[in-house]
Each structure stands twice: as C-alpha cells, then as structure tokens.
T-cell receptor, first 113, second 112 residues
Framework: LAKTTQPISMDSYEGQEVNITCSHN???????ITWYQQFPSQGPRFIIQ???TKVTNEVASLFIPADRKSSTLSLPRVSLSDTAVYYC??????????????FGTGTRLQVTL | DAGVIQSPRHEVTEMGQEVTLRCKLI?????LFWYRQTMMRGLELLIY????????DSGMPEDRFSAKMPNASFSTLKIQPSEPRDSAVYFC??????????FGSGTRLTVV
C-alpha cells in the first residue's frame, strides 16, 4: 500500500483558500487518490477522488501532477465550519470490490476569524 | 437512504463483559469495513469484508475480537471479554466497490 505524507496541522483565516499537499511517492498504476474530512465525534466523510490532472466538485478541487507522486486538496474560501481533520489516502480504484484504505494521521485544519 | 447505521451510539461496560457492536450497510453496497479510532493510534482498520466474505482481518487486535456478516446488509463486531484498553470509537463503513467509503456515526465504547 502506498504510504502518504501530509502536514500534521494548518491554520487559516476565514475566507482564504487552503491548499493541503500530500506526498505519495510509491503510488501504483491502479491507485486513485482520495480525500476524507472528519469532524469531531463523527465518522470520516468522503470529499473527492481523482486519478490525474484536476477534479472539482461542489466542496473542493483536487490537483494531481503528471507524475502522480503528490496531490493537493484545495478548499476555496474556507469558513469556520471547515475546521476538521483532512485525510489523504491512495487505493486501488479499478476493482469491482473494494480494497482497504489505510488512514494516516491526517492534517488538522483550524479556521479562525 | 439512511446511510450506514451503527448501534449503539454509546456503550459503557465493565471489564470482562461481552460487547456487541452492530452495523447496517447501505443497500447495494457489497464491502464492509470496521475501523477503530483512538487519540493515540488514530484510525485503524480492523477487518473488512467483500460480498460477506472476510478478506483481511490482520488488524484485529487479538482473539477477543470477532466480526461476522450474517447477511449482505448487516455486520457485528464482538469483543469478549472486553478490557479497558478496548475503549475507543468504533466505525463501520461500506462501499459498492469504489474507494469512496460511507462511514457510520460510530459507537463510542468505554470499558471500565
């Protein structure tokens, strides 16, 4: 399983764009990159998934360079409610049945006024 | 869809007692994962099933832990006997095959 490395914590002011970068040097050909968000006392929530280039949804954007050895989760104009732990994971996205995802320590994002 | 449903939300039990945690998958999902979360160790994968079959139980701490899927929509995680170090939040998650899991709200277990 590809190991991921991401900053332990980040701070931001409300209204700013936040970019969290994750390294996954040993990513395999079949691996997809996925990000989860976890609020206190809740289970992780899937945010976004991508394989290469750029993916955007209503919550975030995911930027993946050509070598796929890293990825950046971009949260536009964060608010206080975006304060959470963000996890970057890689896993085989090609199989019809799921492969396991191993969560690291995540990035604790603190948004303040 | 009501999502992944876990019960109970909170469980307090005495050391040595049997504890059973329950999880109902989202209809149509065929993979089920049990995770445990503590401050010290973060989120740990305990076991996962594909199509009701246990695929990897290497994360189960010891023989006191067991998990079953009696049918395609339901799973239990049992701890017998429980110990204080088992205190944690236990999450189950399901998916239809992608790596976009849906997690339940968790069961907070306290063993005293």
């Amino acid at each position: 399983l590809a190991k991921t490395t991401q900053p332990i914590s980040m701070d931001s002011y409300e209204g700013q764009e936040v970019n969290i970068t994750c390294s996954h040097n040993n990513i395999a050909t079949n691996d997809y990159i996925t990000w989860y968000q976890q609020f206190p006392s809740q289970g992780p929530r899937f945010i976004i998934q991508g394989y290469k280039t750029k993916v955007t949804n209503e919550v975030a954007s995911l930027f993946i360079p050509a070598d796929r050895k890293s990825s950046t989760l971009s949260l536009p104009r964060v608010s206080l409610s975006d304060t959470a732990v963000y996890y970057c994971l890689v896993g085989d996205g090609n199989t019809g049945t799921a492969s396991k995802l191993t969560f690291g320590t995540g990035t604790r994002l603190q948004v303040t006024l | 869809d009501a999502g992944v449903i876990q019960s109970p939300r909170h469980e307090v039990t005495e050391m040595g007692q049997e504890v059973t945690l329950r999880c109902k998958l989202i209809s149509g999902h065929n993979s089920l994962f049990w995770y445990r979360q503590t401050m010290m160790r973060g989120l740990e994968l305990l076991i996962y099933f594909n199509n009701n079959v246990p695929i990897d139980d290497s994360g189960m701490p010891e023989d006191r832990f067991s998990a079953k899927m009696p049918n395609a929509s339901f799973s239990t995680l049992k701890i017998q006997p429980s110990e204080p170090r088992d205190s944690a939040v236990y999450f189950c998650a399901s998916t239809e095959g992608s790596i976009g899991y849906t997690f339940g709200s968790g069961t907070r277990l306290t063993v005293v």
